[in-house]
């Protein structure tokens, strides 16, 4: 992106930015992962399900280097592995949020046969790195196309499961009582963070996937109390640190996820710290319960 | 189901709620008590007591259809519990809303309103109708935009019951709602529980440690202690003669000048907890 100044004229800017395909194909994957991580983020946020998620892209690390040694594209390779792996720790414990100490050891072991299935490729250590921190400028026709099918099967399937997942997320006893499936319910939001995360990976690598899973959920549950108002803040979150990422790093020497994170993070203490203390008072609760 | 009708229609031989014979609770190998034997009518209110262990959950559990008997049977309505009664109302045992947990109250009773339909509703009105509705009947309309980390352990339970009461069910299972309340938000949630009874005939069955405080409320209660279950008006069951023939050791029943009760002899500390 080096030699290119910033025009200041924003029409212009982007008009020359999308004359590179490889620019084009950044913003379309891009806006599509930021979509889904902002919706799958939110589920993963209510479960505590965060370090799953992390664990799970790990996983995917192993299918991602193995999928390299064979000569495939890596996005196979990560969902293979993902989807196996979430499917599996949902179904060996239905609440494999909080089996850390479980989820640990297992992704530590994923990670090493990653490192082992690098180190027996032969080709450039480039392919390791972009794996573990994304990247997005090198994404191909297909990988768009690709990442076009795995967004739309999951904004399908939580259409559908969106109400009964939400309630089994935050009262999980009260809905099995009420006949609920909720260990399905469970295995199906592992598979949903495992399509999210591979196709995620693309854009922030294994190893930030956090700060698109993870954070634009976490900050737009400081802002509204709705669920689908959540989601929505969260989705615009991580649009908006995606598009400002990939239009920086347009005419910035460094990588893109390194301004996606960088962008994320800066909201998050904003929200976290300056926020909190601006936002309106509550009504007392003491004034409440004396009526009451 | 509607949520403002269904009103009471007085019939002239009233189904029992609940019936258990010769039941025998837990597992083959883990029986948790046996031969209990009674029956529960429509518009009760039910104390469910025994010290911690004893088996008290292991009821609720047999009602919600999430564990079979391991012998003798119960009856629900005339028919064997099953799993995703919308009959049954639900507040299980918990002990906090995790505090990241920002979802306002209402969200949380509409959802138990229409969180078991699959796909989406735009128009989501009869759902946050019944919700407000049932958040009124607690007394808690003014916690609907609250967030539920932010509320107090009194008023969580007042949200819970609500959740317990949108599905419009005929029998309430309460486990524990006055763990970690003071003494007044205790018997305010009490005399919550005893007007939800009377004015719409539900019938309730609440667990609890002591029931002392219960005690002017209710119309029976079950006992639940070492392995067997002792059931009728409290008056009758709670007798140093009737727990002593039950268990065959000697029990006593102690008054107080107040017409608090405690019991000794079978487990300690479970009187006045």
């Given at each position: 992106m080096n030699s290119l100044t910033f025009n200041i004229n924003l029409f212009a800017a982007l008009q020359q930015m999308f004359q590179y395909q490889f620019m084009q194909h950044a913003f379309e994957a891009g806006t599509l992962v930021a979509i889904i991580a902002g919706i799958v983020g939110y589920f993963v946020v209510l479960r505590r399900s965060s370090f799953a998620a992390h664990a799970l892209s790990h996983i995917g690390f192993a299918g991602a280097a193995g999928a390299v040694l064979f000569g495939i594209s890596p996005v196979y390779g990560l969902l293979l592995f993902t989807t196996v792996g979430g499917s599996m720790m949902a179904a060996l414990s239905p609440r494999a949020a909080h089996r850390d100490v479980h989820?640990?050891?297992?992704?530590?072991?994923?990670?090493?046969?990653?490192?082992?299935?690098?180190?027996?490729?032969?080709?450039?250590?480039?392919?390791?790195?972009?794996?573990?921190?994304?990247?997005?400028?090198?994404?191909?026709?297909?990988?768009?196309?690709?990442?076009?099918?795995?967004?739309l099967i999951i904004i399908s399937i939580i259409a559908v499961v969106y109400r009964p997942l939400l309630f089994a997320s935050l009262d999980e006893d009260v809905a099995e009582a009420k006949g609920m499936p909720t260990f399905l319910l469970g295995i199906i939001f592992m598979i949903l963070v495992a399509v999210a995360t591979s196709i995620a990976v693309q854009v922030v690598g294994v190893l930030l996937i956090f700060s698109l899973m993870v954070t634009p959920a976490a900050i737009?549950?400081?802002?509204?109390?709705?669920?689908?108002?959540?989601?929505?803040i969260s989705v615009a979150i991580a649009l908006m640190a995606t598009w400002l990422g990939l239009f920086t790093a347009f005419y910035e020497p460094y990588p893109v996820s390194f301004f996606i994170t960088s962008i994320v993070f800066v909201l998050y203490l904003l929200v976290r710290f300056v926020y909190r203390r601006i936002r309106p008072l509550k009504v007392s609760q003491a004034s409440f319960q004396n009526a009451a | 189901?509607?949520?403002?009708?269904?009103?009471?229609?007085?019939?002239p031989v009233q189904p029992k709620v609940i019936t258990a014979e010769k039941l025998i609770a837990g597992y083959e190998d883990n029986i948790v008590w046996r031969d209990a034997n009674f029956t529960i009518d429509r518009g009760e209110f039910v104390a469910v007591i025994g010290p911690n262990g004893a088996g008290k959950t292991t009821l609720f559990r047999l009602l919600l259809g999430l564990q079979r008997p391991a012998g003798g049977t119960i009856k629900l309505f005339d028919?064997?519990?099953?799993?995703?009664?919308?009959?049954?109302g639900y507040v299980p045992q918990r002990h906090l809303i995790d505090s990241e947990?920002?979802?306002?109250?209402?969200?949380?009773?509409?959802?138990?309103?229409?969180?078991?339909?699959?796909?989406?509703?735009?128009?989501?009105?009869?759902?946050?109708?019944?919700?407000?509705?049932?958040?009124?009947?607690?007394?808690?309309?003014?916690?609907?935009?609250?967030?539920?980390?932010?509320?107090?352990?009194?008023?969580?339970?007042r949200i819970f019951l609500a959740e317990a009461l949108v599905s419009n069910p005929s029998l309430l299972l309460l486990d524990e709602p006055l763990a970690n309340l003071d003494i007044r938000r205790e018997n305010d949630l009490l005399q919550l529980v005893n007007n939800v009874v009377r004015s719409r005939s539900v019938t309730a069955l609440l667990i609890a440690h002591n029931i002392n405080p219960l005690l002017s409320f209710l119309d029976k209660v079950i006992y639940i202690a070492?392995?067997?279950?002792?059931?009728?008006?409290?008056?009758?069951?709670?007798?140093?003669?009737?727990?002593?023939?039950?268990?065959?050791?000697?029990?006593?029943?102690?008054?107080?000048?107040?017409?608090?009760?405690?019991?000794?002899?079978?487990e300690e500390h479970h009187g006045d907890e």
């Open positions: 989820i640990g050891t297992v992704l530590a072991f994923m990670l090493g046969i990653g490192v082992l299935f690098i180190s027996l490729y032969t080709g450039y250590a480039t392919e390791a790195y972009s794996i573990l921190f994304g990247e997005i400028l090198g994404i191909s026709n297909s990988d768009v196309l690709l990442t076009l099918v795995a967004a737009a549950q400081q802002l509204a109390k709705r669920p689908h108002h959540v989601v929505i | 189901m509607t949520i403002t009708q269904r009103q009471i229609i007085p019939s028919s064997e519990p099953k799993r995703g009664n919308p009959d049954i947990t920002n979802v306002e109250s209402l969200e949380l009773v509409h959802l138990a309103f229409c969180g078991h339909r699959w796909g989406f509703h735009l128009s989501a009105k009869t759902g946050r109708k019944a919700a407000l509705v049932a958040l009124e009947a607690v007394g808690a309309t003014e916690l609907a935009h609250q967030s539920l980390n932010a509320l107090s352990g009194g008023e969580l339970q070492n392995g067997k279950v002792a059931t009728g008006r409290p008056k009758e069951v709670l007798t140093s003669e009737v727990l002593s023939a039950l268990y065959g050791v000697h029990i006593e029943v102690l008054h107080d000048s107040r017409g608090n009760i405690a019991i000794v002899g079978i």
